[in-house]
Each structure stands twice: as structure tokens, then as C-alpha cells.
């Protein structure tokens, strides 16, 4: 997670890959004024259920494809005006899954006496512990990279410290994580990226960024679960202390629950995704869909919250739940909240607003203020200012 200090006036591209859409952001970044989201542009991607992942590459592939031709001709006809640079410094790939998995870990070490701590040291005890859920030989036979690894916390003899190189301790503790993906992958998505240098491009995972922005936004706020709704899937983090303890994801997605609607009560996607609309507004009423409409959008909330508490069934050990979740939906938000609400009684629940994130990103007048781009942008900005590790 270690880039290049950005020149004054470099353009970045932000590439948020979802399993049912591809949003482009380019951002423009100068030295100590906050980073300008200056153009967008999105993509949908179709879904057949059954079709198996080679489809989901090749539209995703033809999304970017198109996107790259929308990016290019955007820079082509800004240049001419003087406003921006002719080129685009570094590419950044975000991915949610199916394209991404990441595992959260912490780990304590003992000395005998006081030893000091070094970043050579951290980094030599994670890769170490790393072996232990990631060995190097499923690295090679999975055809599988690690695309990031991020510190959360440092604890010297159990207390938290900010700046911990060169203190002594005769205990460390160690909060981290680490995402993986394709190798393939990631070398279908370089090629894609015509617009900068293959090297210049990076790849993240999407929860991971959203809580390093969180962490700007709610600073006071030290454990939540985060829940991220796409397409064809929902993405899961327990935050404690600050730091990320549990990745998870699913496959029921917004989707995924609108066609298993249409399907229960026999009606097509537009008129179920209607209904879901209407039902999460309360303005469901015999003009606009009949009991049965009502009772298959409520199973449909039902079924999405089931199969997250069949997620957290399985771990182990066992993740507490902390009393605040922060859910972000590619659409219908108020419809997974309630849904939240029943499958977790008492549960608060935050959906950001994007009054809450300006405070640190810019957006172009006429660009759609998309809450993920600007999230994404704060981390990334944050990443390359050195205020992560």
C-alpha cells in the first residue's frame, strides 16, 4: 500500500469493480487541498444466474472496455482547455467479491526482554503469522496474489501507540489484514486499463478502503459492522478497537433478492424491483400490488438476512456483533435496512449521507456525488499522503 507522494496536479483513476457494476471516478489531486472527483462514469452488468464466472469476466472486461473510451475521450477534451494534465498518473482497481478476499488477523508476541520495535520487525512477524492462513504453496497452485496488506493497530505491553518505531517492548500486538486475488485476474484487468502504464496500477479491496475512510469520518466510532450490498452480493466487516476482526461476503446480493421476489410472486424483475421500492417507502397499498406481492418482498428480506446469519454461524470462533452497523446498498438501502432490523433486533443502523463525506472530497457540479467514489477517494488519498500503512 506504499505509492508514490503525488505531484502537484495529478489525475488518479479510480476503478470500483462490484459483481453487477464498474464505476469509473477520476480524481485530481494537488498538494493540500482536499482531492476533486472532476468525472464519472457507470456501467451496469447483466447477470444470468447458472452462467458461471467466465461471463461475469467477459462483461466485466466490455464494461471497462467502454469505460476506458469514455475516460479517454473525457481527458482528450478537458486537455485542450488547460485544466488538467494530459495523462493519468496511476490506475486503482477496488474490488468487492466475487473479485476479492481478504482475512483479518491479530497476533501477539512475547520476548524475553525488551526488544525494539522496528518496521522491519511488524512486518516479519505478519508475514510469518500470514503463513499460517495463507501458506505460500496455495499462493502458487491458486494462481492467487496478495494485493494488500494493511496495519491497523500496534500495541506495545497491551496499550495502543501511534508512533511505535524505536520504542522498546517486551510485548507486541499486531492488528492487520490482507487481500487476495486472481493472478489472471489482475492481469486481464492491467490489459484492460490502456489509459496508464501497466505498472502504475494497483488493486484493493473495497471494504477494506470504506473503513479506512470511516475511520476520518467517525473517528470516535471504534467497533461496527460494515455491510455493503451489491448486485449479486453482500460484503461483510466487524470493526473492534479500530480495527477490521472478521471479512466475510455472501452470495445474495440486491439482485439476487429481486429475482428470488419475482419469482415468488409471479410477476417480472421490473414490477418486483417496484415492489421493493414501495414496500421499503410504505406506500404499498391495493392500487400498486396485492398481499401476495407484499408477503413475497417480505420473504425476500427475510431470505437476505437468514443467509448473513448463516455467514456469522460458521465462523470461528465466533464474532461478536457490535450494537452499530453502517450499511451502504447499490440500491434499495431502506428496504436491507429494515431487513437488517428484523434479522438483528436492536441493531443500530447508519447509511451514510453524502453530506457527511464533502468534508473531505470535492465533487464536480455536475458529477453524481457517489458516496462509494468518495469513500474510496479519502482512503486512497490518505494512502498516498502516508497516513496508512
Not at 477534451?77 to 494530459?86: A, I, M, Q, T
Request: hydrophobic share 40%.
Amino acid at each position: 500500500m506504499l505509492f508514490t507522494k503525488p505531484p502537484q496536479g495529478s489525475l488518479i483513476l479510480i476503478l470500483d469493480i462490484q459483481s453487477s457494476l464498474v464505476r469509473a471516478s477520476l480524481v485530481y489531486v494537488e498538494e493540500n487541498v482536499l482531492p476533486r472527483i472532476v468525472h464519472t462514469y457507470h456501467k451496469n452488468i447483466g447477470s444470468r444466474p447458472g452462467s458461471g464466472s467466465s461471463r461475469i469476466i467477459h462483461t466485466t472486461l466490455e464494461a471497462l472496455k467502454e469505460i476506458m473510451g469514455n475516460v479517454y475521450h473525457f481527458i482528450n477534451l478537458e486537455v485542450h482547455k488547460d485544466k488538467f494534465p494530459k495523462k493519468i498518473k496511476e490506475a486503482h482497481f477496488v474490488l468487492s467479491s466475487p473479485w476479492v478476499i481478504s482475512q483479518a488477523k491479530t497476533l501477539t508476541q512475547k520476548f524475553e526482554q525488551n526488544v525494539q520495535v522496528s518496521e522491519k520487525l511488524i512486518l516479519d512477524l505478519i508475514s510469518k503469522e500470514r503463513t499460517n492462513f495463507l501458506p505460500e504453496s496455495e499462493l502458487e497452485n491458486n494462481h492467487v496474489d496478495i494485493i494488500e496488506q494493511k496495519i491497523f493497530n500496534v500495541r506495545l505491553n497491551g496499550y495502543p501507540v501511534a508512533d511505535w518505531k524505536d520504542k522498546k517492548t517486551k510485548e507486541l500486538e499486531i492488528s492487520f489484514a490482507v487481500s487476495v486475488a486472481g493472478s489472471n485476474t489482475e492481469e486481464l484487468f492491467r490489459d484492460a486499463c490502456t489509459i496508464v502504464p501497466r505498472s502504475h496500477v494497483h488493486f484493493h479491496s473495497s471494504l477494506l478502503l470504506q473503513h479506512i475512510a470511516l475511520r476520518q469520518i467517525m473517528p470516535h466510532q471504534a467497533a461496527y459492522t460494515l455491510v455493503h450490498v451489491h448486485g449479486e452480493l453482500t460484503d461483510v466487516a466487524v470493526v473492534n478497537r479500530h480495527s477490521c476482526i472478521f471479512f466475510g461476503s455472501y452470495p445474495v446480493g440486491a439482485f439476487t433478492v429481486v429475482r428470488r421476489i419475482a419469482r415468488e410472486s409471479n410477476t417480472d424483475l421490473e414490477v418486483a424491483d417496484s415492489a421493493v421500492k414501495l414496500c421499503a417507502d410504505n406506500c404499498f397499498d391495493t392500487t400498486h400490488g396485492t398481499g401476495k406481492d407484499i408477503s413475497a418482498v417480505q420473504a425476500g428480506g427475510e431470505y437476505w438476512g437468514r443467509e448473513m446469519q448463516k455467514m456469522f454461524a460458521t465462523v470461528q470462533p465466533p464474532v461478536g456483533l457490535p450494537a452499530h452497523t453502517i450499511l451502504c446498498g447499490h440500491v434499495h438501502e431502506s428496504f436491507f435496512v429494515e431487513s437488517l432490523k428484523a434479522a438483528y433486533p436492536g441493531t443500530q443502523i447508519e447509511m451514510l449521507t453524502i453530506e457527511q463525506i464533502k468534508p473531505f472530497v470535492r465533487y464536480e457540479a455536475h458529477e453524481e456525488p457517489a458516496r462509494l467514489s468518495g469513500l474510496y477517494t479519502m482512503a486512497l488519498y490518505s494512502i498516498m499522503r502516508g497516513a496508512v500503512i
